[in-house]
Nanobody, 125 residues
Framework: QVRLVESGGGSVQAGASLRLSCGTS????????VAWFRQAPGKNREFVAS????????DYADSMKGRFTISRDNAKNTVDLTVSSLEPEDTAVYYC??????????????????WGKGTLVTVSS
């Protein structure tokens, strides 16, 4: 059974940075398309960023460009999301998802195969 486990969340002050990590039971996460999403209180889950298979092509939601960086740590078999200059509006549960398809179209990402249970990020002003 495929498991994804997010870590690295917590409570921080505005302006801080965090590095979230997506760990997995998948033997080689590098062979999966992986994305990060977030869901703020009372809002729908939204796409943050994705990274393609071993080639590593990345994509970001327009509103996330600049402060969010998605990357692979192949030695640790994880996909990480680094968020800088955190704002209270970034408060949300952050989820990672993985899919065996080489690429997942924008409109299909919420239907990705495997999901973690999320890690909470709380940003105070």
């Amino acid at each position: 059974q495929v498991r994804l486990v997010e870590s690295g969340g917590g409570s921080v002050q505005a302006g801080a940075s965090l590095r979230l990590s997506c760990g997995t039971s998948i033997r080689a996460l590098i062979t999966y398309y992986v994305a990060w999403f977030r869901q703020a209180p009372g809002k729908n889950r939204e796409f943050v960023a994705s990274i393609a298979l071993s080639g590593g092509m990345t994509d970001y939601a327009d509103s996330m460009k600049g402060r969010f960086t998605i990357s692979r740590d192949n030695a640790k078999n994880t996909v990480d999301l680094t968020v800088s200059s955190l704002e209270p509006e970034d408060t949300a549960v952050y989820y990672c998802a993985a899919d065996q398809r080489r690429l997942v179209a924008t409109g299909k990402r919420l239907g990705m195969e495997y999901w973690g249970k999320g890690t909470l990020v709380t940003v105070s002003s």
